[in-house]
């Protein structure tokens, strides 16, 4: 892969075969100009080169689109890739890394490992979770990317935080509530407010195990509330008898700042909840289907018209981190769902949800964020061109980035 970052008061003019803007939809030798580290313009390529000046790079039989927005993983788990069976189940999976997180110390080796492997499939932005603050890997980061790091609590004591952890490089700090079976109420209200105060984005796990879904309803007589009392850990107001999501919604959390991650155990009620909330959700399917061999139906989230995107959670309970086997991952197991949905979340509701408004998409005044993919081996069809890149082996050939 080639990198080409875009400096201040520098212009280019772009050149690909195919342009995916979304705006625009899906654009053949078409050219983008960028001044600045802005997109300026988008035209058809012969009339752009006639008044453009500047420097011409022609990225050849490529798709152009914008990078990947991996918006769920927990880096500095890397360390425990190929360590966990597949298939424990929740419970147990938790009680593993657990005890892994206890015996093994974090491995830059892993990390510089994983990081390359974001850059390489296409991610240019990440909402990373981590329990460390400030994140111990901020020096492996390369310039091409950018994100959210949540520093995420657990417990049912309140702690106090202060705003000056609201930094902005070279990531975007904000905050994240565990799940609502590890949180109190309290202190995952404090926390959404902190977050909302700093019009930062906010993520916490949502209906990710039955465990979640039966302590809520049961409390300390749950397997989880159980497992809780051995922990040492002290809780008195659970029960709350309802779903996570109608839960987080009585506490004033479902917003459009807010990131569910997984919501793999909802009932027909909490779609309509997320959807009137605003609310964000992010899937991890190939996670899910590591841990408990149940998948997400991004089918539902389509048709009540909430906004999905896309992570690969951690190396505990994946195989890798790139994002385009969840994808084709979804692509296998729902592929009524349209290729353009699938990298749109991806894309375009990821950025989103990270609150990078100006990225995720090619349009005019974004920034120029993209990743050319080589398709040469495709059929050029325009119709099918997506699909088809969705189902087969990429390459990516150029990272585009604004140098910050």
């Given at each position: 892969m080639d990198?080409?970052?875009?400096?201040?008061?520098?212009?280019?003019?772009?050149?690909?075969?195919?342009?995916?803007?979304?705006?625009?939809?899906?654009?053949e030798n078409a050219g983008i100009e960028v001044q600045n580290k802005v997109i300026a313009r988008i035209e058809n390529f012969k009339l752009l080169k006639k008044s453009f000046t500047g420097k011409v790079l022609d990225l050849g039989e490529t798709l152009l689109m914008p990078c990947l927005v991996n918006v769920h993983l927990h880096l500095e788990?890397?360390?425990?890739?190929?360590?966990?069976?597949?298939?424990?189940?929740?419970?147990?999976?938790?009680k593993e890394v657990i005890r892994l997180k206890s015996t093994l110390n974090p491995s830059e080796t892993e990390l510089k490992k994983a990081i390359s492997q974001l850059i390489s499939s296409g991610v240019g932005i990440i909402g990373d979770v981590g329990n460390n603050f400030p994140p111990t890997y901020e020096k492996l980061l390369n310039k091409n990317i950018k994100g959210v790091y949540f520093w995420e609590h657990l417990g049912f004591k309140k702690r106090r935080i202060s705003k000056e952890v609201f930094k902005e490089e070279p990531l975007i700090y904000s905050l994240s509530a565990h799940a609502p079976h590890t949180v109190s109420s309290e202190m995952i209200k404090y926390l959404k407010e902190k977050t909302l105060k700093m019009k930062k984005p906010f993520s916490i796990h949502c209906a990710e195990s039955e465990e979640e879904v039966e302590f809520l309803k049961k409390g300390k007589e749950s397997t989880w509330g159980k497992f809780l009392l051995e922990r040492g850990f002290e809780f008195s107001e659970i029960p709350v008898k309802e779903t996570p999501v109608k839960y987080l919604e009585k506490l004033g959390i479902l917003d459009s700042l807010t990131v569910l991650v997984h919501c793999l155990y909802l009932e027909e009620e909490d779609y309509y909840a997320i959807k009137k909330g605003g609310a964000n959700v992010c899937l991890c399917p190939r996670s899910n289907y590591f841990i408990q061999n149940k998948v997400p139906d991004p089918r539902k989230f389509l048709k009540a018209g909430i906004s999905v995107c896309v992570g690969t959670d951690s190396l505990a309970s994946n195989t890798d981190l790139d994002l385009w086997k969840e994808l084709e991952f979804l692509s296998e197991k729902f592929p009524e769902v349209p290729g353009e949905e699938l990298l749109k979340m991806a894309t375009l509701n990821g950025a989103r949800a990270l609150c990078f408004l100006n990225c995720g998409k090619i349009s005019v005044g974004s920034k120029p964020e993209l990743i050319a993919v080589d398709v040469e081996k495709l059929p050029k069809n325009k119709k099918t061109l997506i699909n088809n890149l969705l189902n087969s082996e990429k390459i990516i050939r150029y990272r585009i980035y604004e140098e910050t």
């Open positions: 990198f080409i970052p875009i400096k201040n008061k520098e212009s280019f003019l772009l050149k690909s075969r195919f342009i995916l803007t979304w705006d625009k939809g899906l654009l788990l890397s360390h425990l890739k190929n360590k966990i069976k597949q298939g424990l189940g929740f419970l147990p999976w938790v």
